[in-house]
Nanobody
Framework: QVQVVESGGGLAQPGGSLTLSCEAIGSIFVINGMRWYRQAPGKERELVAVSTSGGSTDYADSVKGRFTISRDNAMNMVYLQMNSLKPDDTAVYYC??????????????WGQGTQVTVSA
């Protein structure tokens, strides 16, 4: 079984920064992709950033140039550095990990989410 645990959310002022962390824990053989999603009140969950096992990254247009996703493959961790935060970034942020367990079964694990609030 694979679990994902996020941390690092909180309150930031507009223009400020926060860093989210996510760790995948369990019987992991390989993690192919790690992603950050967010869901604002009354809105659908949206993909924010992607990090593939090959090292490529991609971002939602709304966060390009402000957010940076990075991975520590040895530690099964992914980070989301968020700069120049805007009130529209307020949401619950979720980490997702997709890969294979040590039983060679596919896992698609989600964290519980961490709240990010951007407000003056």
């Amino acid at each position: 079984q694979v679990q994902v645990v996020e941390s690092g959310g909180g309150l930031a002022q507009p223009g400020g920064s926060l860093t989210l962390s996510c760790e995948a824990i369990g019987s992991i053989f390989v993690i192919n992709g790690m992603r950050w999603y967010r869901q604002a009140p009354g809105k659908e969950r949206e993909l924010v950033a992607v990090s593939t096992s090959g090292g490529s990254t991609d971002y939602a247009d709304s966060v390009k140039g402000r957010f940076t996703i990075s991975r520590d493959n040895a530690m099964n961790m992914v980070y989301l550095q968020m700069n120049s935060l805007k009130p529209d970034d307020t949401a619950v942020y979720y980490c997702n990990a997709l890969g294979y367990s040590t039983n060679y079964e596919v896992f698609d694990a989600w964290g519980q989410g961490t709240q990010v609030t951007v407000s003056a």
